[in-house]
């Protein structure tokens, strides 16, 4: 029998905030002295191969990095990962072995989102990211994974914001 390793997914579009909540949710449990560990997920993936190579090498570091971090003792878990479809929580599921997921979507106004990526993105592809945005989020709505919503507006506080997730997450009161 392998113990419940509860893991909060924040799931989003580009722009949305996912890394900055993820980083400040783990700011929020070290000052509880709540041992975790927070993996954004884009760094597992940040890599090209030829189209025969594996698309779920991302989701194996994911579970070598657990294996690492479960092995120091670590018992819980954030992600912070676009889910655009059950197989990409499913994967998430199997890199982690006895995984009790829950997924806070974080969203913000649309045009905020945008604006977000644009002033982020300087690079060759910031318009293509641009763009991913409204289809990002069409594809997140369509999954319908999500346990509950947070929205991220340019006015909220992101400490409020990583509290209230926690909470309802129920990881602290």
């Known amino acids: 029998m392998r113990a419940e390793v509860p893991v909060l997914v924040i799931t989003g579009t580009m722009g949305s905030g ?4 993820l980083a400040e949710a783990s700011d929020v449990l070290k000052a509880r002295r709540i041992a975790h560990a927070a993996v954004d997920f884009d760094t597992l ?3 090209h191969l030829p189209r025969t190579a594996s698309t779920d090498l991302a989701y194996r ?3 070598s990095i657990w294996q690492n971090y479960a092995a120091a003792g670590v018992a819980r878990l954030l992600v912070a990962e676009a889910l655009e479809n059950a197989r990409d929580l499913n994967r998430i599921r199997e890199a982690v072995p006895g995984a009790k997921i829950v997924v806070c979507r974080l969203t913000a106004p649309l045009e905020t ?3 977000r990526v644009l002033q ?3 690079g060759m592809l910031r318009d293509t990211f641009v ?3 409204a289809e990002l989020e069409g594809l997140i709505d369509s999954a319908a994974l999500h346990d509950f919503t947070l929205l991220n507006y ?3 506080s992101i400490t409020e914001i990583a509290v ?3 909470r309802l997450a129920n990881w602290i009161e």
């Open 18 to 21: 996912k890394t900055t909540l």
């Open 45 to 47: 993936g940040i890599y």
């Open 61 to 63: 570091n994911l579970g």
């Open 113 to 115: 989102m945008r604006r």
């Open 120 to 122: 982020r993105e300087p």
């Open 131 to 133: 763009a991913r945005v």
């Open 154 to 156: 340019d006015q909220c």
């Open 164 to 166: 209230q997730m926690l």
